[in-house]
């Protein structure tokens, strides 16, 4: 029997609708345990007939979070000084270094794209680093919240 296996036992994997740690590939199932830690047996019909995303094939990932800002703020002020932040973070890889760009805007204000890449075993610890890194810089700066103006009319 000819087998393909795009991943293997102890990768974490996004397949047939769940996310989580490959425990045992057999015949008819594959077991994988959650993020939640819910052990999951998926039947290898539906997993592979699906899109498979291994997210321990590569050696480091990006995180991908937003921030918000208020209309007026200095964008490229509040960008470098994150970037500054991100750098310190333990985990977050220097190489290749840690974006913040502009991404978009909506009637809040505009949205930077701050993506950090790290190793894959701390990808949760940056994502939450991450975070509080935003939370930290909105502080330490004094950004005004980004808020969306509401119009009401009487009649």
């Not at 190793?119 to 810089?137: E, K, L, R």
């Amino acid at each position: 029997m000819y087998r393909v296996r795009q991943f293997q036992v102890g990768d974490m994997i996004n397949a047939g609708g769940v996310v989580g740690t490959v425990r045992d590939i057999g015949l008819f199932a594959t077991t994988i345990d959650t993020l939640d830690n819910l052990h999951t047996i998926v039947g290898n019909n539906k997993l592979f007939s699906d899109n498979i995303v291994n997210l321990s094939a590569n050696p480091y990932r990006r995180v991908d979070l937003k921030m918000q800002l208020a209309n007026g703020v200095d964008i490229v002020a509040v960008a470098a000084a994150l970037r500054n932040r991100l750098s310190t973070l333990p985990g977050v890889q220097p190489d290749p270094a840690p974006s913040v760009e502009l991404l978009e805007f909506n009637l809040a204000g505009p949205v930077l794209a701050v993506r950090p890449f790290c190793h894959n075993d701390v990808y949760w610890d940056v994502y939450f680093a991450t975070n509080q890194a935003i939370s930290d810089v909105a502080r330490d700066n004094q950004l005004p919240p980004a808020e969306q103006p509401v119009l009401v009319r009487q009649r």
